[in-house]
């Protein structure tokens, strides 16, 4: 099964790229993870630098992020 490849730029303390290979394997600046820690690597990237918008650009397709984006400023405006 190929998976889309997908290259993260977290821009955090410790770890620069979280990339996905078509082949499933994550590696966190050139090393090999495994999923559970790309993802954790990706929660504290977020939690850290409140840089939520900049990771789900990465990774989701433009039509969803732009749906995340709307709901994000929809709440927001409350």
């Known amino acids: 099964m190929?998976?889309?490849?997908?290259?993260?730029?977290?821009?955090?303390k410790g770890a620069h790229t979280l990339e996905r290979n078509?082949?499933?394997i994550w590696s966190l600046d050139g090393k090999e993870v495994t999923q559970e820690?790309?993802?954790?690597?990706?929660?504290?990237?977020v939690e850290e630098l409140g840089y939520w918008c900049q990771v789900a650009k990465d990774v989701l397709p433009t039509e969803q992020f732009e749906m995340v984006q709307e709901s994000?400023?929809?709440?927001?405006e409350d």
């Open 2 to 12: 190929d998976y889309e490849t997908i290259k993260v730029g977290l821009k955090k």
């Open 72 to 76: 994000y400023e929809y709440h927001e």
């Open 37 to 45: 820690a790309a993802i954790s690597e990706l929660v504290e990237a």
């Open 22 to 24: 078509n082949a499933g």
